[in-house]
């Protein structure tokens, strides 16, 4: 089945700097892509609808210019936290519509922790 | 906008029972998909079903079936023969029928936290 994966699983990162997270569609093509955010026993909060090779779409109230979101390719999104703080900690998990199938598949998601 | 409801938090149910988790949700259009989805300890969110809101037949996947209700703007799902394994979270989403961009994301519910006891 389809497969995306997501890095890092975990990352640890001191107050102001910046971490990238990676989603890559493994084996179908991904036009589109979204960002969801996942506080403990909480729903998915959806960040962003990331479309390549255009601009990303954000959600009201999510800063795009701290969550900074690159779709280069129809495999590949990243997620970069810009001067990241503790608050900014939480589980961040990405998910991929396949354009053949139409279907959903979910990363494993990277739990970050900003120390 | 659309919005999901979830009204129960938690449920749990005896091993080998069976279990219907409660969705509503709220739209103005007429054609939209519907999910269950399963989000194990290991936090992999996993597909359970699917509903096009076009069928009147209840999808049904093996021991999972839903009861779609579309004039009552409901979407249950079933759980027949509970087994261990299905403790996790379970997320209803709904999505539009519309195509392109932003028409494609799902909206979740609140999930609920699904216990199965031996």
């Known amino acids: 089945g389809a497969v995306v994966s997501q890095h890092p699983s975990r990352v640890i990162c001191k107050s102001g700097t910046s971490v990238k997270i990676e989603c890559r569609s493994l084996?179908?093509?991904?036009?589109?892509m979204f960002w969801y955010r996942q506080f403990p026993k909480k729903s998915l909060m959806l960040m962003a609808t990331s479309n390549e090779g255009s601009k990303a779409t954000y959600e009201q109230g999510v800063e795009k210019d701290k969550f900074l979101i690159n779709h280069a390719s129809l495999t590949l999104s990243t997620l970069t936290v810009t001067s990241a703080h503790p608050e900014d900690s939480s589980f961040y998990i990405c998910s991929a519509r396949d354009s053949h199938s139409y279907g959903y598949t979910f990363g494993s998601g990277t739990r970050l922790t900003v120390v | 906008a659309q919005t999901v409801t979830q009204s129960q938090p938690e449920m749990s149910v005896q091993e080998a029972e069976t279990v219907t988790l409660s969705c509503t949700y709220d739209t103005s259009e007429s054609d939209y998909y519907l999910f269950w989805y399963k989000q194990p300890p290991s936090r992999q969110m996993i597909l359970v079903i699917r509903q096009e809101a076009y069928k009147q037949q209840n999808a049904t996947e093996n021991r999972f079936s839903v009861n779609f209700q579309k004039a009552a703007k409901s979407f249950s799902l079933k759980i027949s023969d509970s087994q261990l394994g299905d403790a996790a979270m379970y997320f209803c989403?709904?999505?539009?029928?519309?195509?392109?961009?932003?028409?494609?994301?799902?909206?979740f519910g609140k999930g609920t936290l699904l216990t199965v006891n031996p």
């Open positions: 989403a709904y999505r539009s029928y519309r195509s392109g961009g932003s028409n494609y994301k799902l909206t």
């Open positions: 084996d179908f093509q991904a036009t589109t």
